[in-house]
């Protein structure tokens, strides 16, 4: 299974955008990109997800580099119950569809 | 929110028990999915299921067996817990493999003395 790289952690302020990267170059054709958010003591949920193109929705802007080996998690205006640990997932089409997380960047949002 | 429970939310057993988490779901999906997380880690699957009495393994499926004997109910028992078996349990489900969606419910915090 391809591996995706985040930051440990991160930080912004309330109000302001924030940009979530992960790196993914073992990418292949037939990956997703997947975003989950962890709250703090809650399951995961799905946030955005995208094969090649931008992708927008209610939560958040996924954006995708040309080549797919990067990717960024943009949320517009981040508030301080945005603050979980955002995880970016590959998922191969498969008949599984299994979710492989790796550690996740933990975002913290200060007021 | 997607109609998922899981029991019990919390329980300590001592090692050498065996022990039996329930994962319930109300909306019909046929794909379902036992994870567990540990500090420091993010999600590791240990046991899927993608139909009644129809389970496979995942990454970390040693020492934990599963089933499902209707759509709305996935088990997972550990035979002989033991402290590495210590985590949080997380059930999730999906319509199908392509769906872009899994929904998780809210955990089981196990802790195995």
Redesign the interface.
């Known amino acids: 299974d391809a591996k995706t790289t985040q930051p440990n952690s991160m930080e912004s302020n309330e109000e302001e955008p924030v940009h979530l990267p992960c790196n993914h170059s073992t990418i292949s054709g037939t990956d997703?990109i997947?975003w989950y958010r962890q709250l703090p003591?809650?399951?995961?949920?799905?946030v955005i997800?995208g094969l090649t193109s931008n992708v927008n929705n209610r939560m958040a802007s996924l954006a995708i580099a040309e080549d797919r080996k990067s990717s960024t998690l943009i949320l517009h205006r981040a508030t301080l119950r945005d603050a979980a640990v955002y995880?970016c997932i590959l998922r191969r089409?498969?008949?599984?569809?299994?979710?492989?997380?790796?550690?996740?960047t933990t975002l913290q949002v200060k007021p | 929110d997607a109609g998922i429970t899981q029991s019990p939310r919390h329980k300590v057993t001592e090692t050498g028990t065996p022990v039996t988490l329930r994962c319930h779901q109300t909306e019909n999906h046929r794909y379902m999915y036992w994870y567990r997380q540990d500090p420091g880690h993010g999600l590791r699957l240990i046991h899927y299921s993608y139909g009644v009495k129809d389970t496979d393994k995942g990454e970390v499926s040693d020492g934990y067996s599963v089933s499902r004997s209707k759509t709305e109910d996935f088990l997972l028992t550990l035979e002989s817990a033991t402290s590495s078996q210590t985590s949080v349990y997380f059930c999730a489900i999906s319509e199908s493999p392509s769906s872009y969606e899994q929904y998780f419910g809210p955990g089981t915090r196990l802790t195995v003395t």
């Open positions: 997703y997947h003591s809650q399951g995961p949920e799905y997800h995880y089409s498969s008949n599984t569809g299994k979710l492989i997380f790796g550690q996740g």
